[in-house]
C-alpha cells in the first residue's frame, strides 16, 4: 500500500532556530496537506499544496510531486510551534478526497 | 475556511455500551465525510469514507459492525462505537471537503473516547 513517511520523527529546537520537515510518499498524489495537531489534538490546517511553493509567515512548503516528496520550512521557531506535523495525501488512484496521513513529526521548541 | 463541528469532545462509558460521535458540516455541504482514528502517539489511520443517502465504506481491518456510519443529509455524519471495548479507548476525528476550496480536506476537532 502507499508509504507516507516523514523525517525526522522527532525534532528538538531552541527558539529562533529554523527546521526543515520532509514528506515522502510512494504515489502519484492530487492532493498534499501539511497539519499541525495542538496538544489538544486539533489538527490545523497549514497548507493545501499538492505542487509548488506556498508561504504564510514564517511557515513555507515546497511539494515535488515529480520525485514524490514535499518539505515544510519553519523559520524562527518559537515555542508556540511545538506539537505533531502531519502531511497526509489524497492519491490519483483512489479517486477520491480521503487523505492518508503520514508518520508525523513531533516538534518540542525550548526557550 | 470551512468549519466541522464535532460532538462530543470526550465521553466515557462503560464497557458494553453504545456511543454516537456527530460531525456537522457548518458552512457547506459535504457528499463524503471521514472518520479517523488516533491512537496515543500514532498517526491518524482512516476508518472509512461516510457517503451521503448511501452505505458507508471502510478500510481494510475495520469492522463495520462495531463502528456503525450514518450520513443521512449532506451536512451531518455519526459514528457509533456499538459495545464499546476498552480497546476502543481512542481518539476519534472526522474530516469533511469544501468543494469550493478545491479538495482541501477540513477537520473536527475530535472526540477522546475512553471505555471503563
Known amino acids: 500500500g502507499i508509504q507516507v513517511e516523514q523525517s525526522p520523527p522527532d525534532l528538538i529546537l531552541q527558539e529562533g532556530a529554523n527546521s526543515t520537515l520532509r514528506c515522502n510518499f510512494s504515489?502519484?498524489?492530487?492532493?498534499l496537506q501539511w497539519f499541525h495537531q495542538n496538544p489538544w489534538g486539533q489538527l490545523i490546517n497549514l497548507f493545501y499544496?499538492?505542487?509548488g511553493t506556498k508561504q504564510n509567515g514564517r511557515l513555507s512548503a515546497t511539494t515535488v510531486a515529480t520525485e514524490r516528496y514535499s518539505l515544510l520550512y519553519i523559520s524562527s521557531s518559537q515555542t508556540t510551534d511545538s506539537g505533531v506535523y502531519f502531511c497526509a495525501v489524497g492519491l490519483i488512484r483512489y479517486n477520491t478526497d480521503k487523505l492518508i496521513f503520514g508518520t508525523g513529526t513531533r516538534l518540542q521548541v525550548f526557550p | 475556511g470551512a468549519v466541522v463541528s464535532q460532538h462530543p469532545s470526550r465521553v466515557i462509558c462503560k464497557s458494553g455500551t453504545s456511543v454516537k460521535i456527530e460531525c456537522r458540516s457548518l458552512?457547506?455541504?459535504?457528499?463524503?465525510m471521514f472518520w479517523y482514528r488516533q491512537f496515543p502517539k500514532q498517526s491518524l489511520m482512516l476508518m472509512a469514507t461516510s457517503n451521503e443517502g448511501s452505505k458507508a465504506t471502510y478500510e481494510q481491518g475495520v469492522e463495520k459492525d462495531k463502528f456503525l456510519i450514518n450520513h443521512a443529509s449532506l451536512t451531518l455524519s455519526t459514528l457509533t462505537v456499538t459495545s464499546a471495548h476498552p480497546e476502543d479507548s481512542s481518539f476519534y476525528i472526522c474530516?469533511?471537503?469544501?468543494?469550493?476550496?478545491?479538495?482541501?480536506?477540513?477537520f473536527g476537532s475530535g472526540t477522546q473516547l475512553s471505555v471503563l
Open positions: 474530516s469533511a471537503s469544501d468543494r469550493k476550496g478545491g479538495e482541501k480536506l477540513f
Open positions: 458552512d457547506f455541504q459535504a457528499t463524503t
Open positions: 499544496i499538492p505542487s
Open positions: 504515489d502519484s498524489v492530487n492532493n
